[in-house]
């Protein structure tokens, strides 16, 4: 279909035949993820829409997209507001909208394999106040209509040594079989994709820029599992490493499978399992226990080897991340690099490590204004460049063998104004409050998000985003469940307490909307902080992350004697990590780019 416009009146007419007054489109795939494989792009295929988190609803006569703060401007560039109207979360939830909008006694159409148990109660219990129905279609309506839908992917899965991963797979499943006997059950469901490939120590290539594999798994109470993925994506290699303990099936048995647990008590994690699982275990006669996915606080805490793995990546990708800096600095005054051909630059710098295997994010490479739009994605379209008297935001990561990596850097182009360097200032201050936090055991992500704000807010400034998301190790670059994020935020996620061996990014910003973007962001691990005197035990960060942070752009009068400090000796480690990975002028540059305040 030739356009969007042309998209949405193909569904109406869709929604007409299969008798429904509507239908909710999220962004999203039958796993919960948050990045998804182009077969599922359904949001996309029909509004335009290319942002990460995001909604949207049909009805006969109007139609409404829900995103959060980070795409503010991006959704009004991306959607034709002709056609949509706009509506912010969490101000507006779907579920709110449609107690106010759907057709009076109606039938509102949804998908049960993309969305939860919790969505799909509050969306009935809103529709009901007007007499309206939610009816769970057995076809997705937008699948009928996409006459060109991709296929999903048939990329063969990849074992992940131990080596990296630190632990084996029959270890991990012993575990999630001990957990299970804790919580009196049977089996556990996994469906997120992450899940899975960290339980059974493999990857994929079925996600862009997230190396997982569709699947699903069963895991149960004798530490052996049942894997429900494609056969033709598993080869020999994988099959060993699986073993005996793993029986595999196609990934299209998987619901059959459920019809077989009758009388068996199931855990299954209600934030990231669909309603279509619930729904088929209580159809089943099965006993469903909503409980949080066992591997998910095991996965967030690293353990020993994935920590030496993940500094190993960072110091690669830090002189990655120094290489493009200079080639910045170089070749921007020209006025012929635009973004494109800087992110382009930067990936190729990144590709000269043998140990990458993929961008762990498309890369923000934004230009002046465009470096306000908080997830901005560069095309042909808004394509801009490097101008004098600007700020270029370059936000990009690489997936590594060993490790994930997620970095924020902003770069003056000629000189910058007065303001962008108090602005930059502080967000530099709230980065350093964050890096040098200490906090008694049990604190929660958002009790720390404050610390990066207070500069800004004192001078009537904040960002419309969280501080801080989990990374994975060679999987998501977003791994719940700890956050540094206000509680109830968009990105908030929940409120976990804090544990050793956790990564978050650290990534205050500010953003003038049609001027410039400003975001510093490293990653850090919690580590124990041990005081002398201490009535409890401490935490605090280590920083993982090592590029310049962009001198130029510091107010000095404007830092404490101790954020200056900080500052200078965050630069000389800089200098310590990577310095030694560079060679002639590189090393010059990032001498100078390093050399105290």
């Not at 394999?113 to 997705?140: C, F, I, M, P, Y």
């Not at 690669?316 to 800087?342: Q, T, Y």
């Not at 008297?389 to 182009?413: C, N």
């Amino acid at each position: 279909m030739s356009s969007y416009a042309d998209r949405l009146k193909a569904l109406r007419e869709q929604l007409k035949s299969d008798r429904l007054d509507g239908f909710v489109v999220p962004l999203t795939d039958e796993h919960m993820s948050e990045y998804i494989g182009s077969y599922a792009q359904r949001l996309a295929w029909l509004t335009g829409f290319q942002g990460s988190a995001g909604s949207a609803v049909v009805l006969p006569e109007e139609a409404a997209i829900f995103t959060d703060g980070r795409y503010t401007l991006q959704v009004r560039s991306q959607v034709d507001g002709k056609d949509w109207s706009y509506q912010s979360v969490p101000e507006t939830s779907v579920a709110d909208w449609l107690k106010d909008h759907a057709p009076k006694g109606g039938r509102i159409g949804y998908d049960p394999w993309l969305h939860t148990r919790d969505w799909v109660k509050k969306a009935r219990e809103s529709l009901a106040g007007r007499g309206a129905e939610l009816v769970a279609v057995g076809q997705n309506p937008i699948d009928k209509v996409w006459a060109d839908r991709p296929e999903a992917s048939k990329a063969t899965l990849d074992v992940q040594p131990d080596e990296y991963a630190g632990k084996s797979s029959a270890a991990k499943r012993t575990e999630i079989a001990d957990w299970l006997a804790g919580h009196g059950a049977d089996a556990a469901v996994l469906s997120a994709l992450d899940s899975i490939a960290w339980a059974f120590n493999v990857r994929g290539q079925d996600v862009a820029h997230t190396p997982v594999a569709l699947a699903y798994a069963l895991v149960n109470a004798d530490g052996t599992a049942d894997l429900f993925v494609a056969g033709e994506k598993v080869g020999a290699d994988v099959r060993q490493h699986l073993g005996n303990g793993v029986r595999l099936h196609e990934r299209s048995d998987f619901e059959p499978a459920l019809a077989h647990l009758a009388g068996k008590t199931v855990a299954v994690d209600p934030e990231r399992a669909v309603a279509a699982i619930f729904d088929a275990l209580e159809k089943a006669g099965a006993r469903v226990i909503a409980v949080r996915d066992p591997t998910v606080l095991a996965k967030a805490i690293k353990n020993t080897v994935e920590i030496s793995g993940q500094k190993a990546a960072q110091a690669r990708d830090g002189a990655a991340i120094a290489r493009f800096l200079k080639w910045v600095d170089e070749e921007a005054p020209s006025g012929e690099v635009d973004e494109l051909v800087a992110s382009d630059r930067l990936e190729a710098f990144r590709k000269e490590n043998a140990e990458l295997r993929d961008l762990s994010f498309d890369t923000i490479s934004g230009a002046g204004p465009n470096g306000a739009i908080v997830h901005y994605r560069s095309d042909e379209s808004t394509n801009r460049k490097l101008e004098q008297g600007t700020l270029y935001l370059v936000d990009s990561g690489g997936q590594y063998v060993d490790g994930t990596t997620d970095i924020t850097r902003t770069v003056p182009i000629g000189t910058p104004t007065d303001e962008m360097r108090d602005r930059f200032t502080r967000v530099l201050q709230g980065h350093i409050a964050i890096d040098t936090a200490l906090f008694p055991k049990g604190t929660r992500g958002s009790q720390l998000d404050s610390f990066a704000r207070r500069p800004l807010w004192e001078a009537g400034l904040d960002y419309a985003h969280g501080t801080g998301h989990g990374v994975g190790s060679f999987l998501s670059v977003h791994e719940g469940p700890q956050r540094i994020s206000p509680v109830g935020s968009a990105q908030s996620g929940g409120d976990e307490p804090l544990q050793p061996g956790m990564i978050l990014s650290n990534e205050p910003g500010y953003y003038k909307t049609g001027e410039y973007g400003i975001r510093i962001e490293n990653l850090v691990l919690v580590v124990d902080k041990p005081i002398d005197g201490a009535e409890k035990p401490m935490l605090g960060f280590e920083t993982l992350t090592f590029a310049p942070i962009d001198r130029r752009l510091v107010v000095k009068e404007m830092l404490s004697a101790r954020e200056l400090e900080w500052l200078n000796a965050y630069h000389a480690r800089v200098l310590e990590k990577i310095g030694p990975k560079l060679e002639g002028s590189d090393r010059e540059w990032l001498e100078a780019a390093c050399a105290p305040l």
